[in-house]
């Protein structure tokens, strides 16, 4: 099997890195459950020495996602939050970076209660205003951490234009994808120096596996990443590389469900009297829906809405059926949370209320499911 160099996203998915055992013929990448590889005679070996540092699984997932990324490399990790603390490292201390103030929390643990304590610096921002950015900029300024669309209220970063000023001040660019997919965007092509996903969602895609992957485009990335990896050892298992890599082959068919099953929602939702407000970057209605068109193919699975009160949020959340009450995103399955006190319970309400995530906010994570199956759920729920 050869790739066409031009292959589209499809086939990059299903093909990228992936080459038939050459010991069976295995057209599946094998699960190469070993802790440590014979060497023919010393300093004589097939390029495999301890697996920590290599395993041919892992190698095979690495190499489909940098390609599915459009980056030059990438590095798997034991989770979302550790590929993020690898790209922490390649910070000193003194440095500052420019956060999307909506982060994923945990992100925002990492930052504020861990890396503050080496002498790091961020300041939280909303990135989807470039002044607010380039107030933010510092000569000791080294990252802009970016998410895009923010969880759980949507709002979206011009990635062209963030990372074109970021740039001209010697600052990268970092975006955490997961909540869009690269099917959906892909923040290399608009300038980002590298991408972070928990694979443990989209990528993964069907709510069994935990892990973290960072696509880069520069050597320095790379070979620290690489570095990184090996030396703090929070590597991705054999087992959960299997389980990613074979959720990738899948990924363009999923997120074109996933794509068409939030619309629908979306719009669903927001034609229902017990709607106050639906947030779904492919509404017309959303304030960056141009942005959008642009940035995204397709709007992806996510979307929130507004029930109008506490006790109607919960009463949702409490009366589906098909739906499932969970944390987590990106799986076959459709989700349901509510933010305020599940996802981002950690979060001070002060806080939850500067970035628009009000008590009456429901989240949805839209499944694969037949949508009229989740229509007909959420209005039983609503009713
Ligand atoms: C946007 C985003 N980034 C990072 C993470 C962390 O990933 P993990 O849970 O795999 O550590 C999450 C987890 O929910 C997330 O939603």
């Not at 589209?8 to 010991?23: K, N």
């Not at 099917?183 to 290399?188: A, E, F, G, L, N």
């Not at 973290?212 to 590389?241: C, M, R, Y």
């Given at each position: ?37 014979v ?11 301890y697996?920590r540092t ?7 997932l ?8 459009g ?5 798997a ?5 550790a ?8 910070l ?7 956060v999307t ?6 992100t ?5 209660k861990?890396?503050t304590r080496?002498?790091?610096s ?10 607010l ?25 011009d ?23 690269p099917?959906?965007q ?17 990528l ?12 880069g ?7 620290w ?50 709607v106050?407000?639906?947030l ?6 959303h ?21 109008g ?24 399955e459709?989700l349901?949370?509510?933010?305020a ?14 970035i ?8 949805i ?19």
């Amino acid at each position: 099997m050869k790739l066409p160099v031009n292959a589209r996203f499809s086939t990059v998915c299903v093909h990228a890195g992936q080459e038939p055992d050459p010991s069976t013929g295995a057209i599946i990448t094998p699960i190469f459950q070993t802790s440590t590889y014979v060497q023919e005679e010393v300093g004589r070996h097939k390029g495999y020495e301890y697996a920590r540092t290599q395993n041919p699984t892992r190698l095979a997932l690495e190499l489909n996602i940098a390609a599915i990324e459009g980056g030059r490399g990438a590095y798997a990790f034991a989770s979302g939050m550790a590929a993020i603390g690898a790209i922490a490292t390649m910070l000193k201390s003194g440095d500052h970076v420019i956060v999307t103030d909506n982060t994923y929390g945990g992100t925002f643990r990492l930052f504020d209660k861990v890396l503050t304590r080496y002498g790091l610096s961020f300041s939280y921002v909303d990135t989807s205003s470039l002044q607010l950015i380039e107030q933010a900029l510092r000569p000791e300024t080294r990252m802009v951490f970016i998410e895009t669309p923010t969880n759980p209220v949507m709002r979206l970063t011009d990635l062209a234009t963030a990372s074109a000023l970021a740039h001209s001040r010697g600052v990268k660019v970092i975006v955490d994808n997961t909540f869009a997919s690269p099917c959906v965007q892909r923040p290399i092509e608009f300038g980002a120096d590298m991408v972070v996903h928990s694979t443990t969602k989209y990528l993964n895609g069907h709510s069994d596996s935990v892990g973290g992957i960072v696509i880069g485009v520069h050597d320095e990335d790379l070979e620290w990443l690489k570095f990184i990896q090996n030396t703090e050892g929070a590597i991705l298992s054999p087992f959960d590389s299997f389980l990613v890599l074979r959720g990738t082959k899948t990924l363009a068919l999923r997120m074109a469900q996933h794509n068409s099953n939030g619309l629908a929602l979306a719009e669903f939702l927001s034609k229902h009297p017990a709607v106050k407000r639906v947030l779904y970057p492919g509404l017309p209605d959303h304030p960056q829906f141009e942005l959008a068109k642009r940035q995204m193919r397709g709007f992806g699975g996510m979307l929130s809405f507004d029930a109008g009160s506490l006790e109607n949020a919960h009463r949702v959340c409490n009366r589906v059926k098909l739906m499932s009450l969970a944390e987590s995103l990106g799986g076959v399955e459709t989700l349901i949370c509510h933010p305020a006190s599940m996802t981002h319970a950690s979060v001070p309400p002060e806080r939850r209320a500067a970035i628009g995530l009000s008590d009456s906010l429901v989240r949805i994570s839209a499944g694969v499911e037949d949508v009229q199956d989740l229509i007909d759920d959420l209005a039983q729920a609503l009713g």
